[in-house]
């Protein structure tokens, strides 16, 4: 079975870390990349960047150059984000989803089943 | 960066009937790279149309894409109870990757 499996809930205190782990199982890590968008509460979904599940290249949203950072672990087919300097403004639903290929420019056929971070003092 | 802007905000229909989803796009997306998701509460999206107008696995054929350029339909022909969710378009062919502001169909 093709998925992809989120680490559980956070709860940060302003200007802390987080890092979200993706794992994924069923299917070659290497042939897909990963991408991760953000959902606030009642905002519209935001993709922050992407992986190149092979090469380990990235690239980042504007929006979120410089507070995010996207890893992979090939042994162990998992990604991972960390977004450092936490606000309240990052609390939100975070997914990690498959594209259908290598390549940034496709559409996510599989997603995780998001991660909760909360962000409070 | 591309804006997509999704509309009606909100679609009220009983099971049964059809709903027209729009989607346009502030300039023209490239190669037609645009999707369509399904989202319920609590869960994450789900793939319906990729392409602009190619089904994803395992989705059922009440619903349909089309359009080209920066005008883009989702069809559902006729409504099951399950569909009732929140729709979302994305334009993946230009960086970054976007999404519209969602459409709510809800049971009337």
């Known amino acids: 079975q093709v998925q992809l499996v989120q680490s559980g809930a956070e709860v940060k205190k302003p200007g802390a870390s987080v890092k979200v782990s993706c794992k994924a199982s069923?299917?070659?890590?290497?042939?897909?990349?990963i991408h991760w968008v953000r959902q606030a509460p009642g905002q519209r979904l935001e993709w922050m960047g992407w992986?190149?599940?092979?090469?380990?290249?990235?690239q980042y949203s504007q929006n979120f150059q410089g507070s995010v950072t996207i890893t992979r672990d090939t042994s162990a087919s998992t990604a991972y984000m960390e977004v450092s300097g936490l606000r309240s403004e990052d609390t939100a639903v975070y997914f990690c989803?498959?594209?259908?290929?290598?390549?940034?420019?496709?559409?996510?056929?599989?997603w995780g089943q998001g991660t909760l971070v909360t962000v409070s003092s | 960066e591309i804006v997509l802007t999704q509309s009606p905000g909100t679609l009220s229909l009983s099971p049964g009937e059809r709903a027209t989803l729009s989607c346009r796009a502030s300039?023209?997306?490239?190669?037609?790279?645009l999707a369509w998701y399904q989202q319920k509460p609590g869960q994450a999206p789900r793939l319906l149309i990729y392409s602009a107008s190619s089904r994803a696995a395992a989705v059922p054929d009440r619903f349909s894409g089309s359009g080209s350029g920066t005008d883009f339909t989702l069809t559902i022909s006729r409504l099951e109870p399950e569909d009732f969710a929140v729709y979302y378009c994305q334009q993946y062919g230009s960086s970054p990757l976007t999404f519209g502001g969602g459409t709510k169909v809800e049971i009337k």
């Open positions: 989803a498959r594209s259908r290929s290598t390549y940034m420019h496709d559409d996510f056929d599989i």
């Open positions: 069923g299917y070659n890590f290497m042939s897909h990349a």
């Open positions: 992986i190149n599940s092979a090469s380990g290249k990235t």
């Open positions: 300039q023209s997306v490239s190669s037609s790279y």
